[in-house]
């Protein structure tokens, strides 16, 4: 089993930072992808960006540019630095751990960028 704990959300103002933390402990490996995700109201879940064991990264269309995911295998932690923050970025923020076919999630930390 993997647990998933994550920090750094909170309620920011439009063009403002935010630094999310998730910690992994349990059955880890570096070889993991390590991932965040955010859902919004009404919507799907959708990927923001993950890393993979290389330092490989992918990002949603919508955060390029502005948000960057890296990754601390000493400390099995991923990190997603956002700037530039925009209300459309309002969302519930999940850590994600992949290996082996088989997914984990953290519980969630609530992303609010409002004037």
């Known amino acids: 089993q993997v647990q998933l704990v994550e920090s750094g959300g909170g309620l920011v103002q439009p063009g403002e930072s935010l630094r999310l933390s998730c910690a992994a402990s349990?059955?880890?490996?570096?070889?993991?992808?390590m991932g965040w995700y955010r859902q919004a109201p009404g919507k799907e879940r959708e990927l923001v960006a993950r890393i993979i064991s290389d330092g490989s990264t992918t990002y949603a269309d919508s955060v390029k540019g502005r948000f960057t995911i890296s990754r601390d295998n000493a400390k099995n932690t991923v990190y997603l630095q956002m700037n530039s923050l925009k209300c459309e970025d309002t969302a519930v923020y999940y850590c994600?751990?992949?290996?082996?076919?088989?997914?984990?999630w953290g519980q969630g930390t609530q992303v609010t960028v409002s004037s």
């Open positions: 994600n751990y992949w290996i082996f076919g088989r997914n984990y």
């Open positions: 349990g059955s880890i490996s570096s070889i993991a992808t």
